[in-house]
Each structure stands twice: as structure tokens, then as C-alpha cells.
């Protein structure tokens, strides 16, 4: 098992004035942190569903990545700026420290939030709801630990951003 540890976000928020959607996460996970970017495990279904509902081809690369997001004017960070956490694991996180997402708000005009996950959306409505003045949506997890949701589920309900692009 993985030790506690005290983790601070290494990577700003990707974002420009274009984009429409906000997609949130809770705080990287130590293959996004090696990475250097969002949703870096191998198995994390992220980018795979993304692509799929983006009707793109599988980004390899993080500049790829980054490529496609932009094209589709979406915008990705993490809802934590700190916390103290045991590997990837967001029931363990205790000691929250919110990243300012008003640096995103301000700069784009932003039409929809998005959680991966619960923890992610509990903490946006804990920490950012109020400031930001916008409900998040909650879709499931694209972790490999949330190995009971099936790939359809995931693309049926990460299909709902397009609503808003």
C-alpha cells in the first residue's frame, strides 16, 4: 500500500480564451504528476473516451493531447491545488487546498463544469461552487480503479460535453 504524502499540484490548468468546457479532476495522480499532465496512467480510459466521443484519433503524445482539447475548446485542470493523499487515491485525501478556478473564468467564457469522478465533484461543490457561481456535472471515473464501469457507460456519459461545445 501506497504511503501518505503530502502532494502539491506540478503542472498549471490547460486552458485558453476559446475555451467552453471545464473538465475537473481532484489532484494528479502520481503518472499524471511523472507525465506532467492530466490522466497520464496507461489505463486511465480518459483519453481513449475522449477521443472516441471527439470523434479523433487516440492521442499519443501529451502535445497531442493538448492539440485536441484546444481544437475542441476544452479546458482540463484539477480541483485540488494540495492535499495530503495515499498514491491515487481520493477517499484517502485529507487536508484539501483548492486551486483559484476564477484564473479560468475570468479568461474564458466557460458554459459547463465537469467532475471525473465524485470526490472531484464533492470537493468542487465544498470548495469552488460558490465562487464560481456554476453547478458541476459528476461523470464517472475514468480510473482504472473504477473497474465496474463499463467503457459504454463511460462514452454514454462523457458524450453529454458535447452538448456544450
Not at 64 to 87: F, P, Q, T, Y
Not at 125 to 144: A, E, K, N, Q
Not at 156 to 162: K, V
Request: charged fraction near 25%; include cysteine; glycine fraction near 4%.
Amino acid at each position: 500500500m501506497a504511503k501518505t504524502e503530502t502532494v502539491t499540484h506540478e503542472f498549471g490548468p490547460f486552458y485558453d480564451h476559446d475555451s467552453r468546457v471545464l473538465i475537473l479532476g481532484s489532484i494528479p495522480s502520481p503518472k499524471s504528476r511523472e507525465q506532467g499532465f492530466y490522466y497520464g496512467h496507461q489505463r486511465n480510459r480518459f483519453w481513449t473516451v475522449m477521443a472516441d466521443i471527439l470523434d479523433e484519433d487516440f492521442p499519443e503524445t501529451v502535445e497531442e493531447r493538448k492539440v485536441m482539447l484546444s481544437s475542441h475548446n476544452i479546458a482540463l485542470w484539477d480541483v485540488l491545488a494540495s492535499c495530503e493523499i495515499r498514491g491515487a487515491d481520493d477517499s484517502s485525501i485529507r487536508n484539501p487546498k483548492a486551486n483559484d478556478l476564477r484564473r479560468i473564468f475570468d479568461a474564458a467564457d466557460i458554459t459547463a463544469v465537469f467532475a471525473t469522478g465524485k470526490k472531484a465533484a464533492a470537493l468542487y461543490d465544498r470548495f469552488c461552487r460558490s465562487t464560481c457561481g456554476m453547478d458541476v456535472i459528476c461523470l464517472p471515473s475514468t480510473s482504472p480503479a473504477n473497474c465496474g464501469c463499463s467503457y459504454e457507460r463511460l462514452r454514454m456519459e462523457y458524450s453529454r460535453i458535447l452538448e456544450y461545445l
